[in-house]
């Protein structure tokens, strides 16, 4: 731990090099966060299956203070999305992040959930996770190995030890805005996109409008 947040630049004495460590604010409050994210608890598809392999003692990601998987979304700050994100799920999982106290991280594990995997052009699935949550590792695979997995956990970690308690968005002065949940109908609508769906069909049936216009004949002399 003292190597991890002790700050160079600072000279300690040698009689009291293993009793003082000189840090800053940063690195104690990242510090603390990285060695103790509790993920959410639940999975998608196939993705899933790595993840609960990823939690065994073979590859036992508890090393790095995540074994605690939290069935509640106000108990846990990362939500890791495994597996084939479908339109009928969407908006339960936008729901369930916006439960997520802050600070909360969004890893996406897949090819599914990165980008629509092998189901990207069918009628059903999300061409990713990222359209309507903020992503901050991305896991190729289809399906990962729990040591990707493990390796992506190992990123976002590394994701938080570079952050600021100054610029970080959940001190910010700005009102924290919830994400809008999805609506659901013959496709799925992200309420962000009504105001240029709208203007688009006016602007489309303008057109059609105009194209179908009866011409007046022309009266002879």
């Known amino acids: 731990m003292s190597e991890q947040l002790n700050n160079s630049g600072y000279e300690i004495p040698p009689e009291l090099q293993g009793q003082v460590s000189i840090t800053t604010l940063d690195k104690i409050y990242n510090w603390g966060r990285r060695s103790s994210i509790w993920p959410m608890m639940f999975g998608?598809?196939?993705?899933?299956?790595?993840?609960i392999c990823a939690a065994t003692s073979r590859y036992d990601f508890a090393r790095f203070g995540m074994e605690i998987m939290r069935p509640s979304p106000r108990q846990a700050d990362l939500m890791i999305?495994?597996?084939?994100?479908?339109?009928?799920?969407?908006p339960q999982i936008v729901r369930l992040y916006n439960q997520?106290?802050?600070?909360k991280y969004v890893v996406a594990m897949g090819a599914c959930a990165s980008g629509g995997g092998p189901f990207k052009e069918g009628y059903n699935v999300a061409s990713g996770v990222d359209e309507f949550l903020p992503v901050d590792v991305y896991i190729p695979g289809c399906p990962p190995t729990p040591q990707a997995l493990l390796n992506g956990l190992i990123a976002l970690q590394k994701k938080i030890d570079q952050e600021s308690i100054?610029?970080?968005?959940?001190?910010?002065k700005q009102p924290d805005q919830a994400v809008p949940v999805p609506l659901l109908g013959p496709d799925l609508i992200d309420p962000r996109q009504v105001a240029k769906i709208k203007e688009y069909t006016q602007q489309k049936l303008a057109q059609e409008t105009q194209t179908t216009e009866p011409?007046?004949?022309?009266?002879?002399a």
Request: proline content about 9%.
């Open 166 to 172: 100054k610029s970080v968005r959940w001190y910010s």
């Open 100 to 103: 997520m106290p802050e600070p």
């Open 44 to 51: 998608l598809a196939c993705c899933a299956i790595e993840m």
């Open 215 to 220: 011409v007046e004949p022309v009266a002879e």
């Open 81 to 90: 999305v495994s597996g084939t994100v479908t339109k009928k799920m969407l």
